[in-house]
């Protein structure tokens, strides 16, 4: 079981220009990434993580304009992730570009936005775009 996380704190401003002490856009004063995963070195892996962002403008001048909304409010989405190995790659293990995979082939799957979190984080001429919500994907990884 392994937690991981990270951290960006920031304090932007303009400090020069006809924006002088305005914020630039997309600069939030934190985005927070926290997780947690586990692996079995035969069957795969399993992981939870987080990405939370604070309100942040959308455009430099800090202003509405044309989309009527001064800024993008705070959001947090989780996912989860995982991987089942399908063989083993024993005969690679201890060498190469192998050596890093426990199998040489996994199916992948995952789940976007878990708890179908609303949130935005782009604009565009009409407003704030909304992200679709809860997304699912599969796919697989082969090692030759």
């Known amino acids: 079981l392994k937690l991981f996380g990270s951290a960006s704190l920031l304090s932007a401003e303009f400090v020069e220009g006809p924006l002088k002490q305005g914020e630039p856009a997309y600069a939030p004063n934190h985005l927070l990434r926290v997780g947690t995963t586990y692996q079995h070195p ?3 892996k399993v992981a939870l993580s987080g990405t939370f962002v604070g ?3 959308w455009a430099d001048n800090n202003a509405a304009g044309s989309t009527g909304t001064t800024g993008i409010p705070a959001y947090g989405v989780w996912d989860l992730t995982g ?7 024993a005969a690679a293990r201890g060498s ?3 050596a ?10 995952g789940i976007h936005n878990l708890t179908d979190e609303t949130y935005s984080s782009r604009v565009r001429s009409d407003g704030i775009e909304p ?6 994907y599969a ?4 090692a030759f």
């Open 42 to 44: 035969r069957w795969g």
């Open 83 to 89: 991987e089942l190995f399908l063989w083993p790659a």
């Open 100 to 109: 890093r995979w426990p199998s040489r082939a996994a199916l992948l799957v």
């Open 139 to 142: 796919g697989m990884r082969i």
């Open 96 to 98: 190469g570009a192998m």
């Open 131 to 136: 992200v679709p919500g809860r997304s699912y």
């Open 55 to 57: 309100d942040h403008y």
